[in-house]
């Protein structure tokens, strides 16, 4: 199975911004489903982005369009999160995951691979 490694999380205000990368391999960025989730305390996990390999078409959870933008470095193999205009509600445990072709855009149940996650905190 492929390793994902999620970087960039950290403490920001509200209205801030943060950038989230995963570093994956093996061509995964470019052959399936790389999606980013969030789980916050005493939540389920969800899906907030997701990017295609095939024509990197994006699908993004309501609650962050227009706010967060995903998007893939082929070359580099990696797959970043732009977050803006965070709000206290965005905090959470971001991880990012890959569904070897089986699963759907933002559905948790279809990913298989899943990183480590990193800490996003929106507070004053």
């Known amino acids: 199975q492929v390793q994902l490694v999620e970087s960039g999380g950290g403490l920001v205000q509200p209205g801030g911004s943060l950038r989230l990368s995963c570093a994956t391999s093996?061509?995964?960025?470019?052959?399936?489903?790389i999606g980013w989730f969030r789980q916050a305390p005493g939540k389920e996990r969800e899906g907030v982005a997701c990017?295609?390999?095939?024509?990197?078409?994006?699908s993004y959870a309501d609650s962050v369009k227009g706010r967060f933008t995903i998007s893939k470095d082929s070359v580099k193999e990696m797959v970043h999160l732009e977050m803006n205009s965070l709000k206290p509600e965005d905090t959470a445990v971001y991880y990012c995951?890959?569904?070897?072709?089986?699963?759907?855009?933002?559905?948790?149940?279809?990913?298989?691979?899943w990183g480590q996650g990193t800490q996003v905190t929106v507070s004053s």
């Open positions: 093996g061509r995964t960025v470019d052959y399936y489903h």
């Open positions: 995951a890959t569904d070897y072709g089986l699963g759907q855009c933002l559905e948790v149940a279809g990913f298989i691979s």
């Open positions: 990017i295609s390999g095939s024509d990197d078409s994006a």
